[in-house]
């Protein structure tokens, strides 16, 4: 069984920055990409940045310049650091892995979601 444990969400006002951090946990052997989605209420979750094993990196374009992606494969864990938050980035953001677990199997999972509130 694996896990991705999320944290780092919570409200910060416009232009601030927050820091969400992702660890995967369990019978893992390697992971592939690892990234970041959000969904805002009434609309689609959507892909805001992703970070491949090697380290290649894709954002939104409503989030170049303004967020970073990494991962430290030691750990299990990938990061989001946001700045110049925007009122349109209030989300659940959630983090997902696609990756192989110790008996050889492909598996992509998904965290339980941090909200993230941008708000005078």
């Known amino acids: 069984q694996v896990q991705l444990v999320e944290s780092g969400g919570g409200l910060v006002q416009p232009g601030g920055s927050l820091r969400l951090s992702c660890r995967a946990s369990g019978s893992i052997f390697s992971i592939n990409d690892m990234g970041w989605y959000r969904q805002a209420p009434g609309k689609q979750r959507e892909l805001v940045a992703a970070i491949t094993s090697g380290g290649s990196t894709n954002y939104a374009d409503s989030v170049k310049g303004r967020f970073t992606i990494s991962r430290d494969n030691a750990k299990n864990t990938v990061y989001l650091q946001m700045n110049s938050l925007k009122f349109e980035d209030t989300a659940v953001y959630y983090c997902?892995?696609?990756?192989?677990?110790?008996?050889?199997?492909?598996?992509?999972?998904w965290g339980q979601g941090t909200q993230v509130t941008v708000s005078s």
């Open positions: 997902n892995a696609d990756l192989w677990d110790s008996r050889g199997f492909r598996h992509n999972y």
